[in-house]
């Protein structure tokens, strides 16, 4: 499961105290008030960083708190102010107010930065409460607490493009290529147990997110392997890549791969074979060129877009990346 909720307290800094001082030295009488001011508190920012895609890390860390100012000491020394704490989180983080169930923010956008808890004002010494009708003043404030929340995050990880396939097709390997996603491959089917999400950075400007789900075998609808109930992960994205195997070890018959995922797809959910879709001859660096060459006519035939790969070599992934972008921009039907 994508973790999409996370609950974390914040409590940014206290600010330090003034300081209640007078300069005592040797053949300098009344010397005058010398007490610093505290240190401001630090503050705490969310920033949102596009090389995050769940809120996992707040599983095991819930609690940030950032620095506290310094007391103010005496010759006039300020205290220092303490640091700033930074929390990164994935772009699309919505932040709620715990307690008011106020949406405090939508952080929607990469590097966007936002302060959540203000750090404390430090306390001003005496030093600063010095006037001339008050010259010796005993005055000092004590430094303000710094702002405590707890927050609800919420993430929707809306997947873009959902890889669907056969156990050990290459759907793993391929997110892992094409994304900085490091999910479990083997050799074996099944490897991948649950849904992984990469988020692709296409050019300067755009990313998509796409989202490697457990492989599907015959009667998944019934339960067969790990069942259907991943699909549901890919309901909503906007275009199926579904990979076929075409190398020596893979499917003896990549059409019949092909119908039979098709099958399984349509039980799911009818509106699920409507989207769009590009078919993927995967590990094309070890294929077999006449099941190859089945896959090519049928998808020519049928009139369904087709891609060759392969993850290991590169070959045909910027062309893989470059079709499931026009995709995507294309106006949905
Ligand atoms: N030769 C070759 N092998 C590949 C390629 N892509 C993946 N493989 C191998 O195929 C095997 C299965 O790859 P995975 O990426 O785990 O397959 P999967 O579709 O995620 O499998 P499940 O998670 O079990 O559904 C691994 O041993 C990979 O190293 C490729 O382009 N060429
Ligand atoms: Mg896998």
Excluded: W
């Excluded at 004590?142 to 995050?153: I, R």
């Amino acid at each position: 499961m994508f973790v999409d909720h996370a609950k974390i307290y914040i409590k940014a800094g206290n600010g330090g105290n003034g300081c209640l001082a007078f300069r005592r030295e040797k053949y300098v009488p009344k010397g005058g008030p010398s007490g610093g001011n505290g240190g401001h508190g630090g503050s705490i920012f969310l920033r949102t960083n596009p090389h995050l895609n769940t809120l996992l890390a707040f599983k095991y860390q819930q609690h940030f708190q950032a620095e506290r100012g310094r007391h103010g000491e005496g010759s006039n020394r300020h205290g220092h102010d303490g640091e700033d704490r930074l929390i990164e989180v994935p772009v699309g983080t919505q932040v709620y107010d715990e307690a008011t169930h106020e949406l405090l923010f939508d952080l929607d956008r990469p590097e966007m930065t936002v302060l959540a808890a203000k750090g404390g004002r430090g306390g001003r010494g005496n030093a600063s409460f010095a006037t001339s009708t008050n010259q010796a003043p005993r005055r000092v404030e004590q430094g303000h607490a710094g702002e405590e929340k707890v927050l609800v995050l919420e993430l929707k990880v809306l997947a873009d493009v959902g890889l669907v396939g056969y156990p050990n097709a290459g759907k793993s390997t391929l997110i892992s290529v094409i994304s900085a996603a490091k999910p479990k491959i083997a050799d074996y089917p099944f490897t991948t147990l649950s849904p992984n999400l990469g988020v692709v950075q296409y050019d300067e400007y755009s990313t998509f997110v796409v989202a490697d789900i457990p492989g599907l075998i015959e009667g998944a609808h019934g339960g067969s392997g790990l069942g259907d109930q991943f699909l549901r992960h890919v309901e909503r994205t906007k275009l199926l890549v579904h990979l076929i195997d075409v190398s020596d070890l893979g499917e003896p018959d990549p059409v019949h791969a092909y119908e039979t995922i098709h099958h399984e797809l349509e039980l799911y959910s009818p509106e699920l074979v409507k989207k769009k879709q590009i078919v993927v001859a995967s590990k094309i660096d070890a294929a077999s060129s006449d099941r190859q060459a089945r896959l090519e006519e049928y998808c020519r035939t049928h009139d369904l877009l087709l891609q060759k790969i392969s993850a290991v070599t590169g070959q045909g992934i910027r062309e893989l990346k470059d079709r499931i972008v026009e995709q995507l921009k294309e106006r949905q039907p």
